[in-house]
C-alpha cells in the first residue's frame, strides 16, 4: 500500500517505465526514501550501539549510515545518468547508473572490512554489554524498516528492470540477517551472561562484505557485456519474424549502454526471390517499429536464403539432421549451395556454445563433412564456426 502510494503521488505517468524521465524518478524515488530510512536508522541504533557497548550493534549502525551514504551515490548517478547523448557520447550517458552502483559496492566493501577488524579486536578483548529489552526491540524495528525498505526495491525494480535497485534489495535482505544476528548476541547475553558480542560482529562484517561483493557482480557484468537474456533474445526475436516476408532470424547481438537503452544487430532471412526493395522496405519498418515499441535501436541485416528449390531444402535438411545427431547443442543458418561440374559446395555457418574448447571446434565441421560425403561424395563443406550469445535460460 505505501510503495503503490508512494509511486502514484510523486511518480508523474508512473506506468510509463520505457521513458528515460521515468525510469530516472523511479530512481530518484528509491534514493530519497532510503537515504531517509537508512539515516533514521543510523540514529537510532548508534545510540543504541553507545548504551548496551555493543561492537556488533555499532557495525550495524555504520552500515546502515553506508546505505545511506549509497543512496546518495545512487540519487547522482541516476541523475547523470538522465543526461541526453550529445557529441561525445551518441548512446547517452545510461551507464553511469553501473558505475554509481560500483561505486556503492565499494562503500559497503570498505565498512565491512573495518568493523571485521574492530570485531577481532573485541573477540580478543571482550568488553561488558548491557541487556535491555527496549534495546531489542529498536533493532526489531529495524529488521521491519529494512525489510520493508528491501520489498520496496524489489518491487520498483522490477518495475523498470533495473539491476541497482535489485542490488540493493539484496543488500536490505543482507541487513535484516544481520540484525537478526545482533538480536541474537543480546539475548544470548541476557539469558546467559555469555559474550558473544565480536563473533556475532564478525559474522555481520562478513555478510556485509558478501552483499559488497554481490553488488561488485552485478554491476561489472552490464559493464562489461553480458550474454543476451534469453526473455529478451525471445521477445526481439519474435518481433522480426512477426512481419511477412521474414523467413528466421538468427546472429541477435544486444549492447547495453544502461537501464532502457540498448542496440542491437540481427540477421534477418528473407525468400531470395523476393524483390530487394520490398525486402528493404520491410527491414526499414521493423527498424523503425523496434524503436517505438522495444524502445531498441535495431539494426538488421538481410540474408537471402532458398525457400522453393527442393534439391536445396533436401540437402540442408539433411545436413541438419547429420548435425543433431553428432551434437545437439549445434545448429546452421545462412545455407547455401553451389552446384559444379565435379563438385557441389554447401556454405553455411554452424553455431556452437561459446564454451567449447578450440579441439571440438575444429573437429566438428570436418566430422560433419565426413558424414555429408557418405550421402554425396561430391560433397565439399565450406562452414563458419559461429556463436549464439544468449545466456542459458535458468532451469
Avoid at 81 to 104: M, N, Q, S, T
Avoid at 122 to 138: C, D, K, L, W, Y
Avoid at 176 to 201: C, E, K, M, Q, R
Wanted: hydrophobic share 45%.
Amino acid at each position: 500500500m505505501m510503495t503503490e502510494f508512494l509511486v502514484r503521488h510523486f511518480i508523474k505517468d508512473h506506468e510509463d517505465v520505457e521513458k528515460i524521465s521515468v525510469r530516472t524518478a523511479y530512481g530518484v524515488l528509491a534514493s530519497i526514501v532510503g537515504i531517509f530510512c537508512n539515516v533514521f536508522l543510523f540514529a537510532v541504533k548508534f545510540v543504541t550501539g553507545l548504551i548496551l557497548h555493543s561492537v556488533s550493534v555499532t557495525a550495524d549502525a555504520f552500515n546502515n549510515l553506508s546505505d545511506a551514504g549509497s543512496s546518495v551515490v545512487s540519487f547522482a548517478g541516476v541523475k547523470m545518468a538522465e543526461k541526453p547523448a550529445d557529441k561525445d557520447h551518441p548512446f547517452g550517458h545510461g551507464r553511469i547508473e553501473y558505475i554509481a552502483a560500483l561505486a556503492v559496492s565499494f562503500l559497503v566493501l570498505e565498512v565491512g572490512f573495518t568493523f571485521l577488524k574492530d570485531s577481532i579486536g573485541r573477540i580478543r578483548t571482550p568488553e561488558t554489554m548491557n541487556f535491555q529489552a527496549a534495546s531489542v526491540a529498536i533493532l526489531f524495528l529495524s529488521i521491519a524498516v529494512k525489510l520493508w525498505l528491501g520489498l520496496f526495491n524489489r518491487k520498483l525494480g522490477e518495475k523498470i528492470n533495473s539491476k541497482v535497485m535489485m542490488a540493493v534489495f539484496t543488500d536490505s535482505m543482507g541487513d535484516v540477517i544481520t540484525t537478526g544476528a545482533t538480536i541474537l548476541s543480546l539475548i544470548v547475553f541476557g539469558l546467559t551472561g555469555v559474550n558473544i558480542d565480536g563473533f556475532v560482529g564478525a559474522g555481520v562484517a562478513l555478510v556485509v562484505m558478501w552483499a559488497g561483493v554481490g553488488i561488485a557482480k552485478d554491476t561489472l557484468e552490464p559493464l562489461i557485456g553480458e550474454a543476451i537474456d534469453p526473455e529478451v533474445y525471445e521477445q526481439i526475436r519474435h518481433f522480426v519474424e512477426k512481419y511477412d516476408g521474414i523467413a528466421g532470424t538468427h546472429d541477435l547481438i544486444v549492447h547495453n549502454y544502461g537501464p532502457g537503452r540498448s542496440m542491437a544487430s540481427i540477421h534477418a532471412e528473407v525468400p531470395n526471390d523476393m524483390d530487394v526493395e520490398q525486402s528493404h522496405e520491410i527491414i526499414d519498418r521493423i527498424e523503425r517499429d523496434a524503436a517505438k515499441e522495444l524502445g531498441i535501436f535495431l539494426v538488421i541485416h538481410m540474408d537471402p536464403v532458398e525457400m522453393k528449390d527442393e534439391r536445396v531444402l533436401r540437402i540442408r535438411k539433411n545436413t541438419a539432421e547429420i548435425l543433431r545427431e553428432l551434437d545437439p547443442a549445434c545448429s546452421l543458418h545462412d545455407f547455401r549451395v553451389v552446384y559444379g561440374e565435379k563438385q557441389i559446395n554447401l556454405i553455411f555457418d554452424m553455431v556452437v556454445p561459446i564454451e567449447y574448447d578450440d579441439e571440438t571446434r575444429q573437429k566438428l565441421p570436418g566430422r560433419l563433412e565426413e558424414r555429408l560425403k557418405e550421402l554425396d561424395p561430391r560433397y565439399a563443406c565450406v562452414i563458419t564456426v559461429d556463436y549464439e550469445y544468449v545466456a542459458k535460460a535458468e532451469e
